[in-house]
């Protein structure tokens, strides 16, 4: 047996594996879509979780424990009938009754269940599509709105903390050698003019103007579950990032995802552009969950919160550029230097419509 299907085997309930396969488009963690000899439940997703940036493993399973649980209870309090179908991935267990196994190399590895008759798509497809997408964000935020996120641990610490990105980019450049061209001068410009707003939101949250709440830490397009048959959003998945933190993260996560139709991997940089239609679609799909629990201080930070989402994964993966790679999976050596200039274009584009995308959020808050 392969040192893979070693692994999955310890997952698999005693059934043998019968296939084995990579799955998704992660960039931190390796996924795989395993099958099982079994009629009830005949496949589960494996991961190995990357320790490099996941340094507390375990208290990542346990934030994964505590939401599946608080969720599990909200939708069973749920008497009325009328919801739609939320699912919400198990943790399976291995043999050893353990939530994970390591390797003797200290790979580090879990298993969920797979949702049936669900399918992730990696780009935004149309206006309903957009709907959905936003639905998903508004439920999720709205089933753990009552979870204390003091139970979660931070397994992930300065994430999304912008500023201290821009820390960390600045030890970056002072070191790095730098490739000179047209595009790299044309990032570290963008860097350069938005320094001082990129406190934005840590700031607002420092005045004590917005709440940590319970967050998905990582709501993009492919990572909302939707069902093949009715196309309706039925669960978010990858939930490693659940941790406290602003929900403004999530919106401007969810919305710089959503509205780039041309998606993050593309080459045409050149031609990114924030779609405010697609805006307006999964933020009134978002609203429809959610608005119950967003104050008018919400409200106040929600552009920025878009711009700044959007700018920060440009800095992350410029960042990473320059430092030779070490944190997102590339497929060639600029690759991240691609993703970056992808996310600025997208950020300039959001700046350059900001009265569009606030009458946006007006009209669909009143
Ligand atoms: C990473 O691994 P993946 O693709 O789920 C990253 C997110 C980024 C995303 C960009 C823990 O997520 O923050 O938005 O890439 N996750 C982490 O595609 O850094
Ligand atoms: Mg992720």
Same mark, same amino acid.
């Given at each position: 047996?392969?040192?893979?299907?070693?692994?999955?085997?310890?997952? #698999?309930?005693?059934?043998?594996?019968?296939?084995?396969?990579?799955?998704g488009? %992660?960039n931190?963690n390796?996924?795989?879509? !395993?099958?099982?000899?079994?009629?009830?439940?005949?496949?589960?997703?494996?991961?190995r979780?990357?320790?490099h940036?996941?340094?507390?493993? #375990?208290?990542?399973?346990?934030?994964?424990?505590?939401?599946?649980? $608080?969720?599990?209870?909200?939708?069973?309090?749920?008497?009325?009938?009328?919801?739609?179908?939320?699912?919400?991935?198990?943790?399976? /267990?291995?043999?050893?009754?353990?939530?994970?196994?390591?390797?003797?190399?200290g790979?580090?590895?879990?298993?969920?269940?797979?949702?049936?008759?669900?399918?992730?798509?990696?780009?935004?497809q149309?206006?309903?599509?957009?709907?959905?997408?936003?639905?998903?964000?508004?439920?999720?935020? $709205? /089933?753990?709105?009552?979870?204390?996120?003091?139970?979660? #641990?931070?397994?992930?610490?300065?994430? $999304?903390?912008?500023?201290?990105?821009?820390?960390?980019?600045?030890?970056?450049?002072?070191?790095?050698?730098?490739?000179?061209?047209?595009?790299? @001068?044309y990032?570290?410009?963008?860097?350069?003019?938005?320094?001082?707003?990129?406190?934005?939101?840590? @700031?607002?949250?420092? =005045?004590?103007?917005?709440?940590?709440?319970?967050? $998905?830490? @990582?709501?993009? !397009?492919?990572?909302?579950?939707i069902?093949?048959?009715?196309?309706?959003?039925?669960?978010?998945?990858?939930?490693d990032?659940?941790?406290?933190?602003? !929900?403004?993260?999530?919106? %401007?996560?969810?919305?710089?995802?959503?509205?780039?139709?041309?998606?993050?991997?593309?080459?045409?940089?050149?031609?990114?552009?924030f779609?405010?239609?697609?805006c307006?679609?999964?933020?009134a799909?978002?609203?429809?969950?959610?608005?119950?629990?967003?104050?008018?201080?919400?409200?106040?930070?929600?552009?920025?919160?878009?711009? /700044?989402?959007?700018?920060?994964?440009?800095?992350?993966?410029?960042? @990473?550029?320059?430092?030779?790679?070490?944190?997102?999976?590339?497929?060639?050596?600029?690759?991240?230097? =691609?993703?970056?200039?992808?996310?600025?274009?997208?950020?300039?584009?959001?700046?350059?419509?900001?009265?569009?995308?606030?009458?946006?959020?007006?009209?669909?808050?009143?």
């Open positions: 047996m392969d040192r893979l299907t070693n692994i999955a085997q310890q997952f #698999a309930a005693s059934r043998p594996v019968t296939e084995l396969r990579a799955f488009s %992660g931190i390796d996924t795989y879509l !395993v099958t099982i000899a079994s009629d009830r439940e005949p496949q589960f997703v494996l991961q979780i990357n320790t940036v996941f340094q507390q493993p #375990a208290l990542v399973m346990q934030n994964m424990c505590i939401f599946t649980e $608080h969720v599990c209870q909200q939708l069973q309090a749920q008497t009325d009938g009328l919801e739609r179908r939320w699912a919400v991935p198990r943790v399976l /267990l291995t043999l050893a009754n353990q939530d994970h196994w390591v390797e003797p190399d790979s580090y590895w879990r298993a969920i269940s797979f949702i049936d008759g669900s399918e992730t798509i990696d780009l935004i149309d206006i309903e599509h957009g709907r959905e997408v936003g639905y998903a964000l508004g439920r999720f935020h $709205h /089933l753990i709105s009552n979870l204390d996120p003091a139970l979660l #641990a931070d397994t992930l610490v300065g994430f $999304h903390i912008t500023p201290q990105y821009l820390a960390d980019y600045h030890q970056v450049l002072s070191t790095a050698t730098i490739a000179v061209s047209e595009q790299v @001068d990032c570290l410009k963008f860097v350069r003019d938005r320094q001082a707003w990129a406190r934005v939101l840590e @700031d607002a949250k420092n =005045d004590g103007k917005l709440p940590l709440r319970p967050i $998905h830490g @990582d709501p993009k !397009v492919n990572n909302v579950l069902c093949t048959t009715t196309q309706q959003a039925i669960g978010i998945i990858d939930l990032t659940v941790k406290p933190g602003l !929900v403004h993260y999530d919106i %401007g996560d969810c919305l710089r995802s959503g509205c780039n139709p041309l998606g993050e991997e593309t080459k045409e940089w050149e031609q990114v552009e779609d405010t239609q697609m307006r679609s999964i933020l799909g978002y609203l429809s969950q959610a608005s119950g629990f967003l104050t008018e201080d919400d409200y106040a930070y929600l552009f920025d919160g878009i711009r /700044l989402i959007a700018f920060e994964l440009g800095l992350r993966f410029f960042t @990473d550029y320059l430092a030779g790679n070490v944190y997102f999976k590339v497929k060639y050596p600029t690759h991240n230097l =691609d993703r970056a200039l992808v996310q600025f274009k997208l950020t300039a584009s959001i700046e350059a419509q900001e009265p569009i995308i606030r009458s946006i959020i007006n009209d669909l808050r009143a």
